[in-house]
């Protein structure tokens, strides 16, 4: 599905978000707060417009993804970043090679996102950092009921009109109302192991971006009790 909708992929995310994604993606950027000389995974990234920040900012990325479709164009459009075939449950990398590990609007099309959380950890250095970004839910019931109007009716039809592959729109608006909300998604984070969880709320909870840590002495299995969930304070709503 990823190979078909790979050519118009940008050009529909910006028409689909409203111009949100670019936003989204800088308040991604600033919750990964990668240095240069720092080695950054960019996972299901797609044709890694979600990895151009991190290498215009001069840092270390690698784009992972197993959609060869997308990597092409990806390659294409910026043939210095470093683009990687990979499965997110099965990463072809070393245990503790990343700084950070980052993941957006990827997490939820993976078959097994739990897997894809612990492998996340496997390759992580002890102390790293996870950033996820993802579609949640809205936190007003009003918001939410448009919101959702809008996936089911309109999202679908503009799709029908502007996409060559409008049956994927279909599988996004029904993949998003199927995803865990902001809890659920923090708790799976911390069952895989990550610790100090949080999340900040973006275009009121349309998105939400949570935060994690492997913690220092972590061999990469899960472990035992989930580490309590905070919200982070400051929300990036509206
Ligand atoms: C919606 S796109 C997100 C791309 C990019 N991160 C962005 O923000 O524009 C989701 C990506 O997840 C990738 N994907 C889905 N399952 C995957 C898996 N198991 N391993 C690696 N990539 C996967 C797809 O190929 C697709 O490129």
Known sequence: MFDEVAPRYDVMN?????GQTRRWRKIVLDAVDA?????????????GTSSEPYADAGID???CDFSLGMLRVGKRRRPDIDFI???ATNLPFADGS????????GLRNVSDPRKALAEMLRVTKPGGRLVIAEFSSPVNPLWRTMYVEYLMRALPEIARRASSNPDAYVYLAESIRAWPDQDNLAAWLSAAGWTDVTYRNL????????RAYKPEAATGSP?????????ARRSASR
């Not at 240069?36 to 797609?46: F, K, W």
């Not at 990343?98 to 609007?105: C, E, H």
């Open 14 to 18: 910006d028409l689909l978000s409203l």
């Open 35 to 47: 240095s240069p000389g720092q080695r950054v995974l960019d996972l299901a990234a797609g044709t």
């Open 61 to 63: 990325v690698v784009a």
């Open 85 to 87: 075939a990979g499965d």
């Open 98 to 105: 990343f700084d950070a590990v980052t993941i957006s609007f």
């Open 203 to 210: 275009s009121g909870g349309i998105v939400a971006v949570h």
């Open 223 to 231: 472990a035992a009790p989930p580490a309590q969930v905070r919200r």
